[in-house]
């Protein structure tokens, strides 16, 4: 059979996220018609984008913008820059970013952008143009107190400063606290570009003292070498946890005696197709294999559904620590939890870069900047409490902590929408 004729399943991030909305709410009680609610995004805006290429050619580009809630305060959430970005995928990365503000106890409703686009394949200049046309295009619905952006996949700081630029132009003064994630000289916060990867090693540490696993004798695979994945595994690498696999775009690395991310680090930064492409440090996996070595911690830190009910009885890590937004589809949720693997959801263990984009809004709306040793230390202190509150959770509703986690959540935002009432 040829590969074009096997079916692979088809995967819905929003269709996963609405199975655990319903597990919990039904867990929680939740109000019928607060539910009904709370599952639909307040707002969606498409916008086309015309954009001038290099070569002089006018190419159209689609961007989204949805606004899942805003009961707890402005919505917030990442812009993402990928050519499989699609409406589902944005909405059910909108609503997780309602839950997960919920869940570490930050003042924000949820939201999610996207622009179909291939930003490896695009110039600078290009990459410039669409960033601006979208801001233009999303100028009513941005706003420091209404809808605050920030990079996702394959957006960053450079993004976040012309988002700041262009809204600032339309704006006719400048507007700091409109996006997080911004340069250092731009009002970006000291610990942001590391917070979400630090919030994975401290909710890694969190569950490894839970079950009992001592780090300097354990090992961890992380999938994904980006922002999230790189920093995550420098992070566990330091509390003295074996790096065993890492992987990228490029295909798995596999070392059982260890592989050594500064110089993974080093060997990207130096690599002209900026991947492991060609790294040396451990022999080469597919990353279907990667998911299934030999591991304590397994961090998927890459993209939505990866761990699926085709491989999720084939994982041996002990500990699950999601990087990712969605790296596990709803229906191997169960097959985990019968194999007794720890699973610290991803609106908890991704929470850091929130929470640290939260303290950047603080700090520009205030003008006073904070220290390093400050930003890490409350970071450190919000992904702690989120991590002992939903384990508390779990074990009073006997349930998973991804289930507990919507369960703080829902219990939060429908309580906000109880009182506020207005419909
Ligand atoms: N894109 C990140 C996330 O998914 C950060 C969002 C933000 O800082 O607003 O959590």
Redesign the pocket.
Known sequence: MSVSNIQMPQYNPLESMMIRFNEAARILGLDEQFATVLKAPDKVVIVNIPVTMDDGTIRVFEGYRVIHSVHLGPS???IRYSMDVHLDEVKALAAW?TW?CAVVNIPYGGAKGGIKCDPRSMSRGELERLTRGYTLAMKDVFGEDSD?P???MGTGQQEMAWILDEYSKIRGHNSWGVV??KPLVMGGSLGRVEA?GRGVMVSARSAMARLGIKPTEATCVVQGFGNVGSISAKLIEELGVKIVGISDISGGYYNPGGIDIQSALSYVANSETRSLEGFAGGSKVSNSELLTLPCDVLVPAAMEDQITPENAHLIKAKLIVEGA?GPTTAQADPILNEKGILVVPDILA??G??TV?YFEWVQNRLGYYWTEERVHRRADRVMKQAFDNVFATAEKYKTSMRIAAYIVALDKVGSTLKLRGSF
Request: net charge positive; glycine share 22%.
């Open positions: 917030k959430g990442g970013m997960k605050i920030a990079p996702d997080t994630g979400t937004n991704n929470a870069g929130v984009s």
